[in-house]
């Protein structure tokens, strides 16, 4: 399998991109857990080092196969994950109010990071398949994705797991839009969805009401993340061009920010590397994310231009809705930033990602 | 570069697609970098002096808890200001010299105070943490005229629980205590955090949700000093709602006088609706001692006293109804036509069954008695015979028609369901068939019968309030009368399936218990109004062990048999049911009887 035209075809420009920013991350969260001296917390930056080690590894094992081989396996692979999410909801890790963590002798897992992947690739395989007969979607035949997406995204957001919800269903929305659905059927999922809502509104919890209703009104709750989004506005403004230089940050270093090393790590390093640093980290991304559609586009085939744009889809919705959060754009759900927040789950399936984006470029020039 | 594959015209579709993408990609782009020049350029400046000057504090402003009445609107609950002192740790600069004032000032001990802020992480630094509740008003008064040299230091003003009678029901209005790791997390408790404390048990438990009310907040910008220079934000509390109970002070002080230095419970129920009004249970405790966090050698003495006070013995105390459950025997031989309510048994003070004899409570015999005699008199044997005849499983489906052996489901927590056994419960639990022995045991309510004094309250109300088993309750009103107040109405749990003549024929021999000659409940006898009752004597121990001990001797205490009498008055038109226990009381008829009658003095009057 494995020949010379592989190595020859390997993606250096996107490995690179992912080492700066794995750089800029770890260097950014030693900043922002430098005034918390506990034992945990000093380690934080040192176990994300780890981390994007490990993941260089996964990357590189996800390109030693040619990416048809998911094609077969993804449905149990779907299935399986599926069960984790069930399971989390029966025996997993409390932490904070939510239920997102399956402890696995001594490590934490948490399943809805890999659904994020597993569903992309479920439904590049169902509109790869499909797309040969149709080139326009109705909802005759969108009934199965709609399983597909609906599952995963309700026990996720039963953890509760607002955020990751919601990337979920954005991901899988952005890839039925990008498979092309017919305008009516657009239109009456529209409507079926809005009609639903009253429905879906009452079989909450109060306390998942009142979330919502925060999510779309932060006023409802001036103490939590209305607070919040004021000090996240300070500590990015305050930055100003220059940024006030690393581990300077008063924001930072006072804790006026909430989650400062996962969901406000970026305001962190608004607040220290000012706009240029910013603008700097926002176009890396951007990199990734033009880089990760021109992989889409010179792709042999449909699953891999679909995997691809998925994939790109994740990283690119992460960062848009991350930074308008912490920016004041957006209410404040939990969104991090991906790869550059902390996390061990999220690093780990995102590098395998990215490896899947580099094993689809690896193999554009190859026919089977 | 492009390469055709097997299909190349949808490919060719997704080219295109992948243009208009990266245009979208384009815009949302340069809207987030539009955003970030907007903020760190355009109103950059005004943010760097908003963080230079960063003070904004969250202060939390408590909700008040709901309040407590009693049925004619009397407070039993309220809520009184607690000045509080707190410590914000940021603000705090020297903290050794700190520590070191406020020892001196009022003694406070600087290990204490000093573990209390080094457990606070530095993303908390900037809120207050409480270092002593409730301080005195000599202590405030130092505080208060210290405080510019205190910096971190602030006093607020807190509600605090407060039990107006002390120790008067306290089993069922409970207390509160701190939230725990385990309440935080498990989602029940949304609106709490740590360091609250919430109703754990009773009342203040049962209800909490509608008692404790909504914390409100305010974000304020603060100078240096501390004072406040713009309110920026603010939520403001919601009072919890007030709990009107269906308890009568007045008589629940008589029920509770009446235990004192004793152990055991009594209930108060009125037989038309099932609302409690008392229910006592003795020892107690006093709530007050909770409301700032128990301390440590408080609750160890609470929870290591062999007489557990904080049990609610009238509602999760199980006992042998001994004599009392003659009533729910003689509701079954009626009904079964086992029992000739004319004809004569003749009690010659045992019964022999097999190589074992049975004994009567009165050694030698009552002679011959009707079924009115032999409850009066409350004669054993003539309920032996009965009962052998019913046989165990008839007599347990009367019990459970009265609603024994099952909860009531009433409004607090920790209710116990006592025990009606039946042959098949006593082969799956103990693997040996019943045995006719075990039978005879039972129609005297011994053997594996246990039942709770608030059961008791049932079944008495039922045998007089025509048959009706109303669900016990203690919540009359949650919230006010003017807006959306909920009233708790009646619920009946069932009817007695049984003919009124039987009915009759049971109440007039209750009456004669009381009023007649020989009567074992004549002490509850009183003047203008018929009062109706049954006497209980309970066994301890079994009847063999019991043969080992002197009986009218130096019995130990806790082998004493327990005293019980349930009552009802007056018999023509029942407004008072009362349900008595009296641990290792001695006899019914002595020790329980006379507490009925001052009850019913209390309740309705007379003499």
């Known amino acids: 399998m494995l020949d010379r035209r592989l190595i020859q075809h390997f993606d250096w420009v996107l490995l690179f991109l992912i080492a700066v920013i794995g750089a800029i991350s770890v260097l950014n969260l030693y900043s922002a857990t430098y005034a918390i001296r506990t034992a945990s917390g000093s380690q934080i930056f040192m176990k994300q080092a780890y981390w994007f080690l490990m993941g260089f590894a996964v990357l590189l094992m996800m390109t030693f196969f040619d990416y048809h081989f998911l094609e077969r396996l993804i449905y149990p692979v779907y299935v399986l994950c599926l069960s984790l999410l069930g399971l989390v909801l029966v025996v997993g890790k409390v932490y904070s109010g939510s239920q997102r963590w399956l402890s696995l002798g001594g490590l934490s897992f948490q399943p809805s990071e890999l659904m994020k992947f597993v569903m992309v690739i479920a439904l590049a395989k169902y509109f790869s398949r499909h797309e040969e007969e149709k080139q326009v979607y109705g909802l005759r035949e969108l009934w199965r994705p709609f399983v597909l997406i609906v599952l995963p995204t309700i026990l996720i957001i039963k953890q509760p797991d607002l955020g990751t919800g919601l990337i979920v269903f954005i991901v899988s929305f952005s890839m039925i839009l990008f498979a092309r659905i017919r305008w009516k059927s657009l239109m009456i999922l529209t409507a079926v969805f809005f009609l639903a809502v009253p429905f879906m509104w009452s079989t909450l919890k109060e306390y998942q009401q009142k979330r919502i209703l925060t999510f779309i009104e932060p006023g409802l709750d001036p103490l939590g993340a209305g607070y919040h989004i004021n000090q996240s506005k300070i500590a990015i403004g305050s930055g100003l061009f220059w940024g006030k230089g690393y581990l300077k940050g008063t924001q930072t270093r006072l804790h006026f920010l909430p989650e400062q090393h996962t969901d406000f790590a970026f305001s962190v390093l608004a607040e220290e590397w000012g706009f240029i640093g910013s603008l700097l980290v926002l176009l890396l991304y951007l990199f990734l994310v033009l880089w990760g559609i021109n992989i889409a586009n010179n792709s042999r085939d449909k699953f891999g231009t679909l995997i691809a744009l998925g994939?790109?889809?994740?990283?690119?919705?992460?960062?848009?809705?991350?930074?308008?959060?912490?920016?004041?754009?957006?209410?404040?759900?939990?969104?991090?930033?991906?790869?550059?927040?902390?996390?061990?789950?999220?690093?780990?399936?995102?590098?395998?990602?990215?490896?899947?984006?580099?094993?689809?470029?690896?193999?554009?020039?190859?026919?089977? | 570069m492009r390469v055709s594959g097997f299909d190349p015209i949808p490919m060719e579709i997704f080219h295109r697609r992948l243009k208009v993408i990266t245009l979208l990609v384009g815009i949302l782009f340069f809207t987030l970098v539009f955003r970030l020049w907007y903020l760190q350029i355009v109103h950059g400046p005004g943010y760097r002096i908003k963080s230079e000057n960063n003070r904004i504090h969250l202060n939390d402003i408590p909700p008040f808890r709901g309040r407590i009445f009693d049925r004619d609107g009397a407070l039993l609950v309220d809520n009184r200001p607690s000045y509080d002192l707190y410590i914000i740790p940021e603000?705090?600069?020297?903290?050794?010299?700190?520590?070191?004032?406020?020892?001196?000032?009022?003694?406070?001990?600087?290990?204490?105070?000093?573990?209390?802020?080094?457990?606070?992480?530095?993303?908390?630094?900037?809120?207050?943490?409480l270092i002593k509740k409730d301080m005195s008003r000599e202590e405030l008064a130092i505080i208060e005229s210290n405080l510019y040299n205190l910096p971190g230091v602030m006093v607020q003003v807190n509600p605090q629980r407060h039990y107006i009678h002390g120790t008067l029901a306290s089993h069922l209005i409970g207390y509160l205590g701190e939230i725990n790791e385990k309440e935080l997390n498990n989602g029940q408790?949304?609106?709490?955090?740590?360091?609250?404390?919430?109703?754990?048990?009773?009342?203040?438990?049962?209800?909490?949700?509608?008692?404790?009310?909504?914390?409100?907040?305010?974000?304020?910008?603060?100078?240096?000093?501390?004072?406040?220079?713009?309110?920026?934000?603010?939520?403001?509390?919601?009072?919890?709602?007030?709990?009107?109970?269906?308890?009568?002070?007045?008589?629940?002080?008589?029920?509770?006088?009446?235990l004192r230095d004793k152990k055991g419970a009594i209930v108060a129920m009125d037989p038309r609706s099932g609302e409690i009004l008392a229910l006592a249970s003795s020892p107690v405790f006093d709530p007050n001692e909770f409301v700032g966090g128990i301390?440590?050698?408080?609750?160890?003495?609470?929870?290591?006293?062999?007489?557990?006070?904080?049990?609610?013995?009238?509602?999760?105390?199980?006992?042998?109804?001994?004599?009392?459950?003659?009533?729910?025997?003689?509701?079954?031989?009626?009904?079964?036509?086992?029992?000739?309510?004319?004809?004569?048994?003749?009690?010659?003070?045992?019964?022999?069954?097999?190589?074992?004899?049975?004994?009567?409570?009165?050694?030698?015999?009552?002679?011959?008695?009707?079924?009115?005699?032999?409850?009066?008199?409350?004669?054993?044997?003539?309920?032996?015979?009965?009962?052998?005849?019913?046989?165990?499983?008839?007599?347990?489906?009367?019990?459970?028609?009265?609603?024994?052996?099952?909860?009531?489901?009433?409004?607090?927590?920790?209710?116990?369901?006592?025990?009606?056994?039946?042959?098949?419960?006593?082969?799956?639990?103990?693997?040996?068939?019943?045995?006719?022995?075990?039978?005879?045991?039972?129609?005297?309510?011994?053997?594996?019968?246990?039942?709770?004094?608030?059961?008791?309250?049932?079944?008495?109300?039922?045998?007089?309030?025509?048959?009706?088993?109303?669900?016990?309750?203690?919540?009359?009103?949650?919230?006010?009368?003017?807006?959306?107040?909920?009233?708790?109405?009646?619920?009946?749990?069932?009817?007695?399936?049984?003919?009124?003549?039987?009915?009759?024929?049971?109440?007039?021999?209750?009456?004669?218990?009381?009023?007649?000659?020989?009567?074992?409940?004549?002490?509850?006898?009183?003047?203008?109004?018929?009062?109706?009752?049954?006497?209980?004597?309970?066994?301890?121990?079994?009847?063999?062990?019991?043969?080992g001990l002197d009986r009218a001797g130096d019995v130990p205490d806790e082998y004493k048999d327990h005293a019980w009498f349930v009552a009802i008055a007056p018999t023509d038109n029942p407004r008072l049911s009362l349900s008595i226990l009296v641990e290792n009381g001695g006899h019914g008829g002595s020790e329980a009887a006379p507490i009925a009658k001052e009850m019913i003095k209390a309740y309705l009057g007379g003499g």
């Not at chain 2, 105070?113 to 993303?123: E, I, M």
């Not at chain 2, 100078?223 to 002070?249: C, E, F, H, W, Y």
């Open chain 1, 311 to 368: 994939i790109v889809a994740i990283i690119f919705w992460h960062m848009v809705i991350n930074v308008s959060m912490t920016s004041g754009l957006l209410p404040v759900v939990g969104i991090p930033l991906i790869l550059l927040s902390y996390g061990g789950t999220s690093i780990m399936t995102t590098m395998a990602g990215l490896g899947l984006l580099m094993n689809i470029s690896m193999r554009r020039f190859m026919f089977q």
């Open chain 2, 189 to 258: 408790f949304p609106n709490h955090r740590q360091g609250d404390m919430i109703g754990k048990y009773g009342v203040e438990g049962r209800w909490q949700k509608y008692l404790s009310g909504l914390r409100g907040g305010e974000q304020v910008e603060v100078d240096a000093t501390g004072r406040t220079l713009q309110m920026i934000s603010r939520r403001p509390p919601v009072s919890g709602a007030n709990v009107t109970l269906t308890i009568d002070k007045n008589l629940q002080m008589v029920a509770e006088k009446a």
């Open chain 2, 91 to 129: 603000e705090s600069r020297n903290r050794a010299e700190l520590l070191q004032s406020l020892n001196a000032l009022i003694g406070l001990s600087q290990e204490v105070v000093g573990s209390k802020l080094t457990g606070v992480s530095l993303r908390h630094s900037f809120r207050p943490v």
């Open chain 2, 295 to 547: 301390e440590r050698g408080t609750w160890r003495r609470l929870m290591t006293n062999k007489d557990s006070p904080l049990q609610n013995r009238a509602i999760s105390g199980q006992y042998p109804p001994g004599s009392l459950f003659k009533i729910v025997v003689s509701l079954a031989g009626l009904e079964e036509g086992i029992i000739n309510p004319e004809e004569g048994v003749l009690c010659t003070g045992s019964y022999p069954l097999g190589n074992h004899i049975f004994r009567c409570w009165k050694k030698h015999g009552h002679g011959s008695v009707t079924f009115q005699r032999a409850l009066v008199e409350s004669c054993d044997v003539f309920f032996y015979k009965t009962g052998k005849q019913l046989g165990v499983d008839r007599i347990a489906k009367y019990a459970q028609m009265v609603g024994l052996g099952s909860k009531t489901g009433f409004n607090l927590d920790f209710e116990k369901e006592g025990l009606i056994p039946t042959s098949a419960w006593k082969l799956k639990r103990w693997g040996v068939p019943w045995q006719a022995g075990e039978t005879l045991s039972t129609s005297i309510g011994q053997s594996y019968v246990l039942v709770t004094p608030l059961q008791m309250a049932g079944v008495i109300s039922s045998v007089f309030n025509g048959g009706y088993l109303y669900q016990p309750t203690i919540i009359r009103q949650l919230g006010e009368n003017d807006h959306g107040a909920h009233l708790f109405k009646p619920t009946v749990m069932g009817k007695l399936k049984v003919k009124e003549e039987n009915l009759n024929r049971i109440k007039r021999a209750l009456e004669g218990v009381v009023n007649e000659s020989r009567g074992t409940g004549g002490k509850a006898r009183m003047k203008e109004i018929i009062v109706a009752g049954k006497t209980g004597t309970a066994q301890v121990i079994g009847l063999e062990a019991e043969k």
